[in-house]
């Protein structure tokens, strides 16, 4: 299995009203992207999201969450959600509104 596609579906459930959203295949995975800034992401079964460089100090201090490394170096303003961070929809609901904040504060691509 690349990615989850349960959870991937999900986050497609939460962005169903976000204008301009795109997915890419990435890293095995499957990314959604609003204006052409990333928001978040699905490899295996974790959640990556794009929280940016302000909230990623407070993000990577809750549960459940790491750095994301994919390439051995930390992605900065970028974390992993393991499943108990969002197996609740309303947990869930809060990481995609985080990454959909960070990417709609950026120019379009």
Same mark, same amino acid.
């Given at each position: 299995?690349?990615?989850? +596609?349960?959870?991937?579906?999900?986050? !497609? &459930? /939460? @962005?169903?009203?976000?204008?301009? @959203?795109? +997915? $890419?295949?990435?890293?095995?995975? $499957?990314?959604?992207?609003?204006?052409?800034?990333?928001?978040? %992401?699905?490899?295996?079964?974790?959640? $990556?999201? !794009?929280?940016?460089? &302000? !909230?990623?100090? &407070?993000?990577?201090?809750?549960?459940?969450?790491?750095?994301?490394?994919?390439?051995? !170096?930390?992605?900065?303003?970028?974390?992993?959600?393991?499943? %108990?961070?969002? +197996?609740?929809?309303? /947990?869930? +609901? &809060?990481?995609?509104?985080? %990454?959909?904040?960070?990417?709609?504060?950026?120019?379009?691509?």
């Amino acid at each position: 299995m690349a990615y989850d +596609e349960g959870l991937a579906q999900r986050i !497609r &459930e /939460s @962005l169903r009203d976000q204008p301009d @959203l795109s +997915e $890419i295949q990435m890293f095995g995975g $499957i990314g959604f992207m609003a204006q052409g800034n990333m928001v978040c %992401g699905v490899l295996n079964d974790s959640l $990556i999201v !794009r929280v940016g460089p &302000e !909230r990623y100090p &407070e993000a990577l201090a809750q549960p459940h969450t790491r750095d994301f490394d994919f390439t051995g !170096r930390p992605m900065a303003g970028w974390v992993t959600v393991g499943l %108990g961070g969002y +197996e609740a929809d309303a /947990s869930l +609901e &809060e990481w995609v509104k985080l %990454g959909i904040t960070y990417a709609l504060s950026l120019p379009p691509k």
